[in-house]
């Protein structure tokens, strides 16, 4: 019976749980035999696998993060290594890989086909929401969420001090998450790396709301433009007003994925075990709006 291994690389995202179910579940329907790899691409070297029962997957689809567990390996770029990697995946009749995460593991995965020709099917998963080709990956919408929640708590304390918040999103270098919550949240100020933004004329939109008895500021700023705490310092000065800095920081990866992002795994997972049944090798799975 041909064996296909599902694994998570690189940040752990939610939904990758019930993208691990439903790729476990429809390959099974499908006659193969699935298993799952712990530890990512470090443990696709070292053996990490073991079949995928029933039991195992039978209460991932609530979970956050990933019961897999991920890495990034460095080993990973090393000819031998993969070659170690090979020999566990052929030990077991394993000739299918799935493999959730971004660019860097698809690339990964790319390599490892070109020496040994297994093919894989990509799944994009990153709360970054930054992979080219889709619309949509894995993790966004609970992140989003958790940061609006965060949101809301915050405006609560500042409306009660008339204080300044600067709220610093994840997402590397893409401004997805900032953008997105800014809106959702009826944010004062929202920066971006993508877009120019000019301090004075977000001060001169800004001066009623500072004179307002009661009112707050809240600025959304992603992690990318590196200004979070040069905008908390300038609030202060500039706008006079008490201005505190909250790094979200790696809670916005946490918690129970979303209905969404429980819908979009098993979407995701179905279309890649279906593709790889096909023949069709070596795709990465994609979402447009």
Request: net charge negative; with cysteine.
């Amino acid at each position: 019976m041909s064996g296909i291994a599902i694994m998570t690389s690189g940040g752990d995202a939610a939904g990758m749980n019930p993208a691990i179910k439903a790729a476990v579940d429809h390959a099974r329907q499908l006659g193969m035999n699935p298993y799952v790899v712990y530890d990512g691409l470090e443990g696709l070297i070292d053996g990490k696998i073991k079949e995928a029962t029933r039991e195992l997957t039978s209460d991932m689809i609530y979970r956050g993060g990933t019961l897999l567990r991920s890495s990034r390996s460095k080993r990973f770029f090393d000819y031998e290594f993969r070659r170690q990697a090979y020999e566990h995946l052929k030990e077991r009749n394993i000739d299918k890989l799935i493999i959730m995460g971004g660019d860097g593991s698809f690339r990964a995965l790319n390599d490892f086909f070109n020496d040994f020709e297994v093919p894989f099917a990509g799944i994009p998963a990153t709360i970054d929401n930054d992979i080219a080709g889709t619309d949509y990956c894995l993790g966004v919408d609970t992140a989003q969420n958790v940061i609006l929640d965060c949101i809301d708590s915050v405006r609560d304390t500042a409306r009660s001090h008339h204080r300044a918040f600067v709220i610093e999103t994840m997402g590397r270098d893409c401004g997805y998450l900032a953008m997105t919550t800014a809106l959702c949240s009826a944010a004062d100020i929202c920066i971006v790396p993508e877009i120019p933004y000019d301090l004075e004329s977000i001060y001169k939109r800004l001066q009623p709301v500072i004179n307002e008895e009661g009112s707050c500021i809240i600025a959304v700023v992603a992690e990318g433009t590196r200004v979070a705490q040069y905008l908390t310092r300038w609030l202060t000065e500039r706008a006079g007003m008490d201005t505190r800095l909250t790094v979200l920081g790696h809670v916005q990866r946490g918690g129970s994925p979303t209905a969404r992002d429980r819908l979009m795994g098993t979407r995701f997972a179905t279309r890649a075990v279906e593709a790889l049944n096909n023949g069709d090798i070596n795709q990465i799975m994609v979402y447009h709006d």
